[in-house]
Each structure stands twice: as structure tokens, then as C-alpha cells.
């Protein structure tokens, strides 16, 4: 059974730094391009940071570019987000998802990923 299941949330003040981890099975994370994506209140589902299967390709929204950073390890069966500076607008669910065929593009589409989590909620607030 495929399951991504997201930790790592939860309140932090601004400037502060949280890293969410995505753990997958049911499939082999090696072949498969990853991404996260946010959702805040009233907003739709954002693509933030993508990373190819291979490692070598990653994107990241404008909105993030500098302050987070995106990485796995296969052997782990695991991706990361590290979010450093975080800010009140950054407040929001973060979902893990998986791209089966394709890699990273500089537009993350939802359409293009078919395997997500359940979402770990990441408040940024004093």
C-alpha cells in the first residue's frame, strides 16, 4: 500500500526554523520525482520545492527561494524540508506528494503529482 506520511510541524515564532520530514513506502522512493506543497487557510494548494529522482534538480517557489531547502535520502525512504526564517505567511498544512512520470518543472501543478499525505500544519506566529 502507497502511503507519504508527513512530521515535523507545528508553532514556531518568526524567524524560527522547523524541518518536515516526508516518509514514504509501498514504493521505491529512488525512481520517483518528490515535492511539497502548502495550503493556508482559504488558499489553494501551492507548490513550493520539487527534487528530482536523481538528486540533481530542485525548484523552489519565489515565495521560499533562500529560506528553505529541499533534499532526500533514498536509502531512507525519506524527503525533507528545511525552513529556516519562517514567516507569518508561511503559515499553513505542508503536504508531501509524489510525481510518478516526470521531472521537476519551475510551475508545480497538483494535476502532475498523483500520491499525497495527509499533511503536517506548520503555524507561524509570536
Known amino acids: 500500500q502507497l502511503q507519504l506520511v508527513e512530521s515535523g510541524g507545528g508553532q514556531v515564532q518568526p524567524g524560527g526554523s522547523l524541518r518536515l520530514s516526508c516518509v514514504i513506502s509501498?514504493?521505491?522512493?529512488?525512481?520517483?520525482?518528490m515535492a511539497w506543497f502548502r495550503q493556508g487557510p482559504g488558499e489553494e494548494r501551492e507548490g513550493i520545492s520539487c527534487?528530482?529522482?536523481?538528486?540533481?534538480?530542485?525548484t523552489y517557489a519565489d515565495s521560499v527561494k533562500g529560506r528553505f531547502t529541499i533534499s532526500r535520502d533514498n536509502a531512507k525512504n525519506t524527503v525533507y524540508l528545511q525552513m529556516n526564517s519562517l514567516k507569518p505567511e508561511d503559515t499553513a498544512v505542508y503536504y508531501c506528494a509524489r510525481r510518478r512520470f516526470g521531472r521537476c518543472e519551475p510551475l508545480l501543478r497538483t494535476a502532475d503529482f498523483d500520491s499525497w499525505g495527509q499533511g503536517t500544519q506548520v503555524t507561524v506566529s509570536s
Open positions: 527534487i528530482n529522482a536523481d538528486g540533481n534538480g530542485r
Open positions: 509501498g514504493f521505491t522512493l529512488t525512481y520517483n520525482t
